[in-house]
Every structure is written in structure tokens, then in C-alpha cells.
């Protein structure tokens, strides 16, 4: 099975049932989830819309995202060490993402 693409073409709801099937006992709630997913969907939509190949948000990336906002309870914070190192080379792109990401997070997902 390829992650990547089956994470990426996966419906949120189908990504939200694997990521808590690989950490049933997380601490954020499914709104929370759907928080990344979502925030992650749109992260690989900029990515193919404006052609970027250097890097994808994939299904490990994720997984590590969703760990790492548990451990942190900031998910922007989470979201540089997990997904935008992993997103591309180029920085001005890497400020988009960040961008996505600033504007995409549910606010219970920011805690300092």
C-alpha cells in the first residue's frame, strides 16, 4: 500500500479512522483530527497546484504531526518540526505552508 498517495486521495473521515487506529489513545478529540487533516489536505492541495515535487505531506508525516500536537498541545508549533521541513527545499514556499498552517488550525489546537 503507498501512504502517500492513498493518504492524499483518502477522504478525511477514512484518514481520521487510520490516524486513531494507530494511537488509540490520543488526547485530542476528532474535531481536533479533523483539524490536521483538513489543514493537511490543503497543505498537498498548494503543493500540487503550484507544482511543487521537492517535498508531500504524507501519511507519516501526520502521524508524527498528530504525536507531536499531543505532546505539545501546539499544533503550529508541532507543524515545524513534523510537516513543513517535510513540505519543500524552497523557502518561500516553506512560508506558505506556514501560512496554511496559521490560518487553517483550530484554535483549541494553539496553546502558547
Do not use: H
Not at 6 to 15: G, L, Q, R
Not at 16 to 31: A, C, E, G, M, T
Not at 47 to 59: A, M, R, S, T, Y
Not at 87 to 104: F, G, P, Q, W, Y
Request: aromatic letters at 8%; hydrophobic letters at 40%; a negative charge.
Amino acid at each position: 500500500m503507498n501512504y502517500i498517495v492513498d493518504f492524499v486521495k483518502s477522504e478525511p473521515t477514512t484518514a481520521l479512522d487510520r490516524v486513531l487506529s494507530n494511537f488509540p489513545k490520543i488526547n485530542l478529540n476528532k474535531k481536533q483530527l479533523m483539524s490536521l487533516i483538513i489543514t493537511a489536505d490543503k497543505i498537498n492541495e498548494y503543493l500540487q497546484n503550484n507544482e511543487i515535487e521537492d517535498g508531500i505531506v504524507g501519511f507519516r508525516e501526520i502521524l508524527e504531526w498528530v504525536e507531536m500536537t499531543d505532546y505539545t498541545k501546539n499544533a503550529i508549533l508541532a507543524a515545524e518540526y513534523c510537516i513543513i521541513p517535510f513540505s519543500t527545499n524552497d523557502e518561500m514556499e516553506k512560508k506558505a505552508v506556514r501560512e496554511i498552517v496559521k490560518t487553517n488550525i483550530a484554535e483549541e489546537l494553539i496553546v502558547g
